[in-house]
């Protein structure tokens, strides 16, 4: 929810309240102007739709409002949870990242102790190499016991 008003540009004309410093919890946008975020959770929105229908078949809200709001939030709900259990299921179908990385050569950025920070494919991996020294070229061996094995290529 947003303390600053809709329309009203960074260089708008603001009130005395919105420059104030956000409440906890909150952050400045760009424009310096404090807003607080507000988060419902899915299961919230499931649970309060379901006593909104249960309200309205029992008469306590009118049912051309309880049917209606109810009906769309227990909609968004299942609308949010189709979504994450598709998303989950894609999630567990890909390659785990540390076995992709099998084969892949990166450049050794610094040495201490036998273990080395390597730049593969712009993320750096901590691994194991027993002979790098900073600027060499490692590929990656295997992923062992004690993480990603590297070695030098010349």
Do not use: Q
Not at 35 to 50: E, F, K, N, T
Not at 80 to 88: D, E, F, R
Not at 106 to 128: N, P, S, T
């Amino acid at each position: 929810m947003s303390i600053r008003a809709p329309g009203v540009g960074c260089r708008g004309a603001v009130s005395a309240a919105v420059k104030t410093p956000p409440p906890r919890g909150g952050h400045l946008n760009p424009c310096g102007v404090g807003h607080v975020d507000v988060v419902i959770s899915a299961s919230a929105l499931g649970l309060v739709g379901g006593l909104v229908l249960f309200f309205t078949f029992l008469g306590r809200i009118p049912p051309w409002l309880g049917y209606p709001l109810g009906g769309a939030l227990l909609s968004i709900y299942v609308l949010i949870v189709v979504v994450g259990l598709k998303s989950s299921r894609e999630f567990k179908r890909r390659p785990p990242p540390s076995a992709s990385v099998v084969g892949r050569r990166g450049v050794v950025v610094e040495v201490e102790g036998g273990w080395a920070l390597v730049k593969l494919e712009g993320a750096y991996w901590r691994v194991y190499c027993g002979s790098c020294a900073p600027g060499d070229v490692v590929e990656v061996v295997e992923i062992g016991d004690v993480g990603v094995v590297a070695r030098r290529v010349e």
